[in-house]
Nanobody
Framework: QVQLVESGGGLVQAGGSLRLSCAVS????????EGWFRQAPGKEREFVAA????????KYADSVKGRFTFSRDNAKNTVYLQMNSLEPEDTALYYC????????????????????WGQGTQVTVSS
């Protein structure tokens, strides 16, 4: 059974930092590319960041570039999203996503590219 379990969300003031984690089980983690998406109330789920299965390639939404960093630890089957300089506009439910990838350096930026999803962790940034 595939499970993606996010943690690390919470309430933080603007300018603060949070680190989200996503623990993956039931998949060969080293063969999976990963993504973070977020969804604010009344809005569609949007891409935040992606990482290739070998960790050599990353991609970020323009809105978070330079503030967020996506990393992975294949020994722990876990990915991390370090979020710095948080803004009220970052408030959303953050989802971790995974899918098998045949290409080591491939990243996915679309919701449709991922078959496995976590339940989400809430990030709230106050002004």
């Amino acid at each position: 059974q595939v499970q993606l379990v996010e943690s690390g969300g919470g309430l933080v003031q603007a300018g603060g930092s949070l680190r989200l984690s996503c623990a993956v089980s039931g998949l060969i983690f080293s063969k999976c590319r990963e993504g973070w998406f977020r969804q604010a109330p009344g809005k569609e789920r949007e891409f935040v960041a992606a990482i290739s299965r070998d960790g050599t390639s990353t991609k970020y939404a323009d809105s978070v570039k330079g503030r967020f960093t996506f990393s992975r630890d294949n020994a722990k089957n876990t990915v991390y999203l370090q979020m710095n300089s948080l803004e009220p506009e970052d408030t959303a439910l953050y989802y971790c996503a995974a899918d098998l990838s045949w290409i080591e350096s491939s990243v996915g930026t679309a919701v449709a590219e991922y078959n496995y999803w976590g339940q989400g962790t809430q990030v709230t940034v106050s002004s």
